[in-house]
């Protein structure tokens, strides 16, 4: 009587063995799968933001790490992908995080040229609430596109507002947390780097290090 059980104990174990291991098979490739869209979906959006024609580089190999909790959101170093054009910076994209958006953090990217001007944002990721707050997706709006062509002239510039607060940019209707904590997230981004930005190109590009 013992061997039966033995052995349905051993098949089951069997089982459970090769359950497991399926299981981190499948994991394994759907986490390359998944971190390599990610890295398609983030050049896509670097050569949005930065146009081809003033960089000769390849902007996800020439990329450093920023980390200021008040500036960028995290205690987590954001990514930046430095635009050069015959080795001289021309441009960069900073990841940085809202952290108050209504529903939590909204990941997003900014391209600005070395005059401090806005080249552009996109999202990145966020949970806000559909038909309301993700209207900060390109794919749903383009509300995103108030930033091109902006400064930020000082750290009290009242033009990086929305509207409600006496400031340029729309709110959306029924939801201006949202649009607010963007404002605030880009404007503090932009005005980092026009006060560092002989720190930040100088710094070692250290992203896969810090990424692996």
Known sequence: ??????????????????????????????????????????????????PDDIHDNDLTAQCTLLQDK????????????IATKADKPVAIAIETIAPDGYNGNIKLIIGINTQGEVLGVRTLAHQETP???????????DWVQQFVGKFVRSEEDKQWLVKKDGG???????????????VKAVKRAVWYF???????????????????
Do not use: W
Request: hydrophobic share 35%; with cysteine; proline share 4%.
């Open 1 to 50: 009587m013992n061997n039966p059980m033995i052995k349905n104990g051993l098949l089951l174990a069997l089982f459970a063995l090769l359950c497991t291991g399926l299981v981190a098979f499948v994991n394994q490739q759907t986490q390359d799968q998944i971190k390599h869209q990610e890295q398609q979906e983030l050049m896509r959006v670097l050569h949005q933001l930065i």
């Open 70 to 81: 008040e500036v960028f959101g995290s205690e987590d170093a954001q990514p930046a992908y």
């Open 131 to 141: 038909g309301l707050g993700d209207k900060i997706d390109l794919r749903k709006s």
């Open 168 to 182: 340029d940019f729309d709110q959306f209707t029924g939801a201006t947390i949202t649009p607010r904590a963007y």
């Open 194 to 212: 026009n006060n560092n930005q002989k720190q930040i190109f100088n710094q070692p590009l250290n992203c896969e290090a810090n990424h692996d």
